[in-house]
């Protein structure tokens, strides 16, 4: 199977990412998207982003199946604005493959941030299995918590995201087969990570990758940031190809696996 993970920077790129997306769409089992938002208005808002990117992707995607899960309600995207439309994370299974035990949760708690002014950012997870005789896959999409003061370093809420998950994949018994990708939003340094790598394979280490990030992301130099997105996969999953793939269609890179 061929799966792409990518962040979209909310469709600022609109037709180049949709461009790529349908160029891909032959050749690829399952897309999983970050920072998509749901609105019913085909508009661009203040910020570049495109309200109603998941109906967008949709009419290109129509052979997929789209399955979605909504950020926490009330949680900030942006500094300066509470969000006009939903936004979360989106997977497209391409048809006929089955799917099941489709579902998601939140990531951070306020609680054990209170020193935070405002609301953070994204933690959301997205799950589902595949379903592929005679074994099951668990796919997980996440959009990693995001805290305004703490960065992408360690804090309480980048430790209880990472144990949510991994405790979720622990508890995935019919399924030995786990893949987890997304945008983290953590340094490969950071302490978290670890929790990740103790029942899950990071490929970006193995692959030695530099980057996943693009020069549309302006702070990249300024706060050695190269590294947002991961792909986990358990022991088991047999990779026949990882990489990040060249196409800039977002501030992120799209990263490609080939597995079964």
């Not at 799966?3 to 609109?14: E, Q």
């Not at 306020?110 to 020193?115: F, G, H, R, T, V």
């Not at 589902?128 to 305004?148: A, M, Q, S």
């Not at 530099?210 to 991961?230: C, H, L, V």
Request: net charge negative; proline share 6%; hydrophobic share 35%.
């Amino acid at each position: 199977m061929k799966l792409i993970s990518l962040n979209t920077w909310g469709g600022r790129l609109l037709n180049p990412l949709l461009q790529f997306i349908e160029s891909k769409s032959a050749d690829t089992d399952i897309f999983c998207f970050q920072e998509i938002f749901m609105g019913d208005k085909a508009e661009t808002d203040s910020h570049g982003v495109r309200l109603n990117l998941l109906n967008e992707i949709s009419h290109v995607l129509k052979n997929f199946q789209p399955i979605f899960h909504q950020a926490p309600k009330g949680s900030l995207y942006f500094l300066d604005s509470k969000l006009p439309v939903p936004y979360g994370v989106a997977a497209f299974i391409k048809k006929p493959i089955q799917t099941e035990k489709i579902g998601g949760f939140p990531t951070w708690e306020k609680s054990l941030i209170p020193e935070e002014e405002i609301e953070p950012s994204n933690g959301n997870f997205l799950h589902f299995d595949i379903k592929t005789p005679p074994e099951n896959i668990t796919l997980g999409n996440l959009h990693g918590f995001l805290t305004f003061k703490s960065g992408k370093g360690n804090n309480p809420t980048t430790f209880y995201q990472a144990q949510k998950v991994s405790d979720f994949f622990e508890s995935c018994r019919e399924s030995t087969k786990h893949i987890l990708v997304g945008d983290f939003n953590l340094h490969p340094q950071a302490e978290s990570i670890k929790i990740f790598e103790k029942s899950l394979r990071n490929l970006i280490k193995e692959y030695n990758i530099p980057t996943t990030r693009n020069s549309n992301y302006k702070d990249m130099e300024r706060y050695e940031d190269y590294i947002a997105d991961y792909c986990f996969v358990s022991s088991d999953v047999k990779v026949e190809s990882f990489k990040v793939l060249p196409d800039i269609v977002s501030d992120h890179q799209p990263l490609y696996l080939e597995f079964y």
